[in-house]
């Protein structure tokens, strides 16, 4: 496409495949905008060691033994698989961008189409549900130690232990930083 790809361009104007990822994708946007959207999710999701390093005095008392932003919470492991979506995601969908101003052949172009469309389910589904749920989660403890106990009598406990994935916040928001910082690196190297 052209270098601003929210310009409008003259169909015949457009190469072959251009105008079947048009046609035929399900997220009809560029492939650099949405790695760079992958990236704005990993920066939301850098907030889960910020998030629960500002819990109340009384959630950290009644939750927590040790230090809250180095438990392993059942939430950061839900955020960080998320993440590690993501900047798989975002990462792949870079890797495209950077080809996107050449034709590829005929053989594959529906190849290309196919795991353009995998990558943006991969972030915008589970990389997504995954980040927003384990960050939402995580800042329940945020509206008091009183209206949690709607929170427990639903079945939800957001700072359950999970030894068995021993993910903590703090690792949550690192691997997100170092996510989001891979994916703007690529995005950028794809202009």
Do not use: Q
């Amino acid at each position: 496409m052209t270098k601003s790809n929210d310009s409008f361009v003259e169909p015949g104007d457009r190469s072959r495949y251009e105008l079947m990822r048009a046609k035929h994708l399900m997220v009809p946007l560029s492939a650099t905008r949405k790695a760079r959207w992958c990236g704005y999710l990993l920066v939301l999701a850098t907030l889960a060691a910020p998030i629960v390093f500002t819990l109340p005095d009384p959630v950290r008392e009644a939750h927590f033994v040790g230090d809250p932003v180095r438990s392993p919470l059942g939430a950061a492991a839900v955020a960080s698989f998320g993440v590690l979506c993501l900047t798989l995601a975002g990462i792949g969908l870079g890797a495209l961008a950077r080809m996107e101003n050449r034709d590829p052949p005929e053989s594959r172009v529906w190849t290309l189409i196919g795991l353009e469309d995998a990558l943006s389910g991969i972030g915008f589904i589970t990389g997504f549900l995954g980040v927003v749920t384990g960050v939402g989660i995580l800042a329940i403890g945020h509206v008091g130690i009183d209206r949690m106990e709607w929170f427990f009598d639903v079945g939800v406990d957001p700072y359950l232990t999970f030894g068995s994935v021993p993910v903590t916040p703090l690792a949550t928001s690192a691997l997100a930083l170092i996510g989001a910082v891979a994916v703007f690196g690529i995005v950028r190297s794809a202009r």
